[in-house]
């Protein structure tokens, strides 16, 4: 019951922009876009989401296409400590996705020196 | 805030062993969630609770696994009799019930540590 898919590796050099997609192109209205990321085998951590507009926080940016059916995640000044799995999940604030969220397996982002 | 607290942190059983995780979520937060990860399968939902209650328990894999949220403050996730197939990380992650903060819609996971489970 996938509703996002991501490549499976991706990798950047320090100090660049890392743009890592998603496609979420079954999406419905009352769908939010999360972004969360697991460093080595620690839980994973909550990063940014947004519903329509574009997003910025202290750790990334989230740009979200205008039919919703995509987004992407940007570092933008990627450093080793990126180095990580980054998952696009879809959350709902009612009906079935607001609790089955599926993260399946993810972007393996390498940040090289 | 302590965050998500799982234990035990690492656990060794030989097959046919009864295991139990145990999982504490952060105060006030009214959503439990327990995830499994694989390398082969990746990052897996098991069950979710919400208000101590189970929701949806349709990735739990069979009878042998069960969960259970006495209160808000613990849940547990047992698997009797374990298998070597079992061997994985265990997350828990807890939720705020939905809804919107400032106008804006909240609802972020907290994961904890995970319990990494090897069975012999």
């Known amino acids: 019951d996938a509703k996002t898919t991501q490549p499976t590796s991706m990798d950047c050099a320090e100090g660049r922009a890392a743009n890592l997609p998603c496609n979420h192109s079954t999406i419905s209205g009352n769908e939010y876009v999360y972004w969360y990321r697991q460093i080595h085998s620690q839980g994973p951590q909550y990063i940014i989401h947004?519903?329509?507009n574009n997003e910025t926080n202290e750790m990334a940016s989230l740009i979200i296409t205008e039919d919703r059916k995509s987004s992407t995640l940007i570092l933008p000044h990627a450093t080793l400590r990126d180095t990580a799995v980054y998952y696009c999940?879809?959350?709902?604030?009612?009906?079935?996705?607001?609790?089955?969220?599926?993260f399946g397996r993810g972007t393996q982002l390498t940040v090289w020196p | 805030d302590a965050g998500v607290i799982q234990s035990p942190r690492h656990e060794v059983t030989e097959m046919g062993q009864e295991v139990t995780l145990r999982c504490k979520p952060i105060s006030g937060h009214d959503y439990l969630f327990w995830y499994r990860q694989t390398m082969m399968r990746g990052l897996e939902l098991l069950i979710y609770?919400?208000?101590?209650?189970?929701?949806?328990d349709s990735g739990m894999p069979e009878d042998r696994f069960s969960a259970k949220m006495p209160n808000a403050s613990f849940s547990t996730l047992k698997i009797q009799p374990s298998e070597p197939r079992d061997s994985a990380v265990y997350f828990c992650?807890?939720?705020?019930?939905?809804?919107?903060?400032?106008?804006?819609?909240?609802?972020?996971?907290?994961f904890g540590e995970g319990s990494r489970l090897t069975v012999l």
């Open positions: 609770f919400n208000n101590n209650v189970p929701i949806d």
């Open positions: 992650a807890s939720s705020t019930d939905v809804g919107l903060a400032g106008g804006r819609f909240t609802g972020e996971l907290f």
């Open positions: 947004g519903l329509k």
């Open positions: 999940i879809v959350r709902g604030y009612r009906g079935s996705t607001l609790g089955r969220l599926y």
